[in-house]
Structure formats: C-alpha cells, structure tokens
C-alpha cells in the first residue's frame, strides 16, 4: 500500500509551496544515493519523497489527491502517482532534484547517467513571405517558392569528438556539501553533437555546409489570414554531423489587396455604385466575388446605404467552422453637374410628393444596418 505523500515529506496538508519545497530538498539530501551506496532501503525512500514533491508542488495535481488520494493516478488518471508505475526514472528525479537546488548538481548523480547525452542539432530555421490573393485564400492553394538554404556540402565528413568521444558530454568533479559529485555539461568542442569535421571540400564552410537553392513546395489552406505562419518541416538550413536534423521553413502569409473586395474576418465587403434611374428603376448588377462574377438584383425604389447580404460568398474559417459572407453596399451615385434639360427636371421635382424623404418605420437606420451586419 502506497504511503501518504504528506506523511513521506513530514508536512501538514496545509503546507505551503515553499514548506513543500524545504521538506523535499531536506529528505532528498538525507536520502540520497550518493550519501548512502549501495542502500536499498534508503534509495526507495528517495523515489518516494520525488514522487511526492512531484505531486505536492504541481497545484492541479496536488488538488486531485486531496480529493481522491493516490487513485486520482491509477487506471489512467493522469500524472505520474509515483514511480512504481513507470512513470518518471532516476534521470527525471535529479534532473528535478537539480532545479530544487538552482541547477547547482548539474546532470548526474553517482553514476545515475548522463540525462541528455549526445544532443541531436538542428540546424536554423528560415523564414520567407509568400503573397496570396482572396481568390487563393478562398480555396486553398499550392505554391512553389525558390529558397537559399545550407545544406551539407558534397564529399564532407564528419567523425566521432575526441573531447568527449562522442558522448556529447564531458563529466567533472565537484565538491558540494554531499561530498564529491560527479557532473556533466555539453561538451564545448562538438556543442554535444558529439561529432566534429574531419573532411571538408571546396565549396564548404568551416561547418561543412554550403548554400543552395532549392524549389520548396508550399501547401496553404483555406481561410488563412494575414500574418499566419505555416511550417515546412526540414526545409529550413543544414546543421553540421551526421546526427543532425534540418531546420524548418517558416512560411509568413501576406495578403494581397484586393481591387473590389474589402475582408473583415471571414465576410467580404463590396461597396456597389448605382445611379439615380437604377436606383428609382431597380436594375440587375454583376459584382465580384471570391469565386467569379454573381448578378444581383437592385430593387425598385433601393435607398443609398442599403446593404445586401449574399450568405455563404466570403472566405472559409480556418477552423472549418463555415464560410463567412459577401455585404454588397449599395451607394447611389449624385450627379456633379447637369445639363440645362436636367437641372429643370430637377428643379420641378423640387417639391414633388415622390421626390421628399420620407423614411417609413421600415427603413432601418444606418446604425441598425451596422448592428445588424455584425450580429
């Protein structure tokens, strides 16, 4: 049966995080296997204070075992419940018992074994901007850029580091108030790539890489927005060794402007002129849209500031949660000079019943037109 993890750390539930801290770091140096070797009993009682700390100092996690104990981590409870189950090792414990003490303990412990090893390097990531228009943020699209990368250079080897050989790491003595601690740190040769140039050519650098221009393939989904960034994965520069993986292609979306077509999310705004015989008369108009020419139909009597809504004629939400909608503005359009024929047409109209404003309790205001285009 498992023990209460308040009992292991001699503290009371009502503890604080730094009371839990202190009673952790105490039982950890009471307890640790370079103080006691070979001590079965005391290296289990070190396991158990860890996976108590690992618990207690996690707020969420401290709070499900207040409330449920030792099985709010069984049977897929989530969190590590103690190391019985496999959950965190003797690296996770002093790579966690090192952050107590400020890092000051390094990687290992008395032979616990390096935590990280050879590191794996990864070369820098490039970025590029690629320009795309509403049609092409409509329906997704593919491009096909040109990119300047580091690659590794032709007839170029590497061997094993003779610093470290090949570890990654260099180990080092310390005197701590445990006693004699052994340490380890990147290796400053290799950077713990655990690997260093032995052939170069020509063409390469003291890295062993050269540049070279590559045509990348680009996939952009629908419905991106200005300032996305997609990644392309391994696209990005080389980094030296024969264990090293290339970096990412960081791929930053720039919106095109469009001529007619005004975004706002995923709805479209269009601002439609129409004069005063198509505004008296009705009309039928051709207005773009993201995917080609739509003919409306302008009504009789249609005042300026009508807006017009074309459901389903925006752009698609990248988040597949539907497609925005085109807002056709319409604008009628105030002659700025007139003939003699027209200016007298106009002037007898003057005071004609058809020709005075008369909104009826119909017509919405402009400020109900905006509540209602964002509702």
Not at 246 to 271: A, C, M, P, Y
Not at 363 to 375: G, I, L, P, Y
Request: proline residues 3%.
């Amino acid at each position: 049966m498992k023990r209460d993890y308040y009992e292991i750390l001699g503290i009371a539930k009502n503890a604080t995080p730094t009371d839990i801290k202190k009673a952790y770091r105490k039982m950890a140096i009471k307890y640790h296997p370079d103080k006691n070797p070979g001590d079965k009993e005391a290296e289990e009682k070190f396991k158990e204070a860890a996976a108590a700390y690992e618990v207690l100092s996690d707020e969420n996690k401290k709070a499900r075992y207040d409330q449920y104990g030792h099985a709010a981590f069984e049977n897929g409870g989530g969190g590590h419940g103690g190391f019985g189950g496999g959950g965190m090792n003797m690296d996770d414990i002093f790579s966690q018992f090192g952050d107590i003490f400020g890092g000051a303990f390094g990687g290992g412990f008395g032979g616990g074994g390096s935590r990280g090893g050879r590191a794996r390097v990864k070369g820098s990531n490039l970025r590029i901007r690629v320009k795309i228009t509403l049609e092409e943020i409509a329906n997704g699209v593919e491009k096909k850029v040109k990119v300047r990368r580091k690659v590794l250079a032709e007839g170029v080897t590497f061997k094993s580091c003779t610093t470290c050989n090949g570890s990654g790491q260099v180990m080092r003595i310390t005197n701590t108030i445990l006693g004699r601690m052994q340490t380890a740190s990147t290796c400053p040769t290799c950077q713990g790539a655990g690997e260093i140039l032995d052939k170069s050519s020509k063409n390469a650098d003291a890295q062993g890489l050269e540049f070279k221009e590559e045509t990348v393939s680009i996939k952009i989904p629908a419905g991106v927005t200005e300032g996305v960034q997609l990644k392309v994965n391994g696209k990005g520069n080389a980094a030296p060794g024969n264990n090293s993986i290339d970096g990412d292609l960081i791929v930053v979306i720039e919106e095109q402007v469009h001529d007619s077509l005004k975004r706002e999310g995923t709805n479209l705004h269009f601002d439609l002129y129409i004069n005063f015989s198509e505004a008296v008369l009705g009309a039928n108009k051709n207005i773009d849209t993201v995917t080609g020419k739509v003919k409306i139909k302008i009504e009789p009597g249609t005042q300026s500031g009508k807006i017009l809504r074309l459901r389903g004629k925006g752009l698609p939400s990248i988040d597949h949660y539907g497609t925005g909608d085109l807002l056709v503005h319409v604008n009628v359009w105030t002659p700025q000079s007139l003939s003699k024929e027209q200016k007298k047409f106009f002037e007898q109209m003057e005071n004609d019943e058809n020709f005075k404003p008369n909104p009826s309790k119909f017509d919405k205001s402009f400020f109900e037109k905006v509540k209602d285009m964002f509702s």
